[in-house]
């Protein structure tokens, strides 16, 4: 029997790709609206920051799609995502695309709109909570502070440009700078910032892990950062905070419970 209703895939209304931030790792942290959507998904393509036991919440039926990058040898290029995001949506499927912390904070979720929004794919962008938020919160350093810090700049450390990159007047006195996927450059990154005439006293904490079980939380001063990272084996994922926030009271005293929960 023919279907009269029966269309091909093209003349189909397109699914919805939700551009969904999974936080910083503590399903906990999740927002109410991504928990929604994860555990109505039918498909979820996620990146390997996303955290298991948020991944645990989907439908048992649901197809949950890998794309992990950076410490997984199993990669896909960025234009092979957004190919799979539209083609998925242009078949009719809508789409939980699941990423860690916040979609727009380094998480190359403006490519992945713009892909979208050039193929007539709704978009749906659900914010999480960005990994400067959720290591601040977890390890006692406010970001702005009265006494300290009245400006707070994100920044990526990533090899690819540093040296191109002006980071002239982003750190110092009166400021806060959160450095992400900075480990593998904690070395040019503490010139860079010396050269420009930062104190090599300035305070820094690391990271690791943050809201998760495993977190470790180091401190020390610029001039140290790089034999921190080396010393205590940091590994990705990691933030480097600088500035005299990373030294101040609350942050001493929450680091020391989280190092001796270790
Ligand atoms: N969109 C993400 C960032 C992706 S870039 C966000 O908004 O958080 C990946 C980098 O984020 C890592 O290299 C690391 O610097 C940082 N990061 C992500 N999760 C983290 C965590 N749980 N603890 C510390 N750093 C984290």
Known sequence: MIDPHAHSGDQRRPGTVHLVGAGPGDPDLLT???????????????????????????PDHARLVSVAKSRSR???PQDAINQLLVDEALAGNDVVRLKGGDPFVFGRGGEEAEAC??????????????AAMGAAAAAGIALTHRDAASTVSFV?????GL?????????????????????????AITEKLMA???????????????????????????????QIVETHR???????????????????HLAQIAETAL
């Open 163 to 187: 040296a191109d990159q002006d980071w002239v007047g982003l750190a110092g006195k009166g400021r806060t700078l959160v450095i992400y996927m900075g480990l593998a450059t904690a070395g």
């Open 32 to 58: 109410l609206r991504a928990a929604r959507l994860i555990a109505q998904a039918q498909l979820i393509v996620h990146d390997g920051l996303v955290d298991p036991a948020i991944l645990a919440m989907a």
């Open 117 to 130: 929004h050039a193929a007539g794919v709704p978009v749906n962008v659900v914010p999480g909570i960005s």
């Open 196 to 226: 420009d005439g930062l104190s090599p006293a300035m305070p820094v904490a690391v990271v690791e892990n943050a809201t998760r079980p495993t977190m470790r939380v180091l401190r020390g001063v610029l001039a140290g950062l790089e």
């Open 74 to 76: 199993h990669t896909m």
């Open 156 to 160: 990526a450390g990533q090899c690819k």
């Open 234 to 252: 940091v590994k990705s994922p990691a933030l480097i905070i600088i500035g005299e926030v990373a030294a101040r009271a609350g942050a001493h």
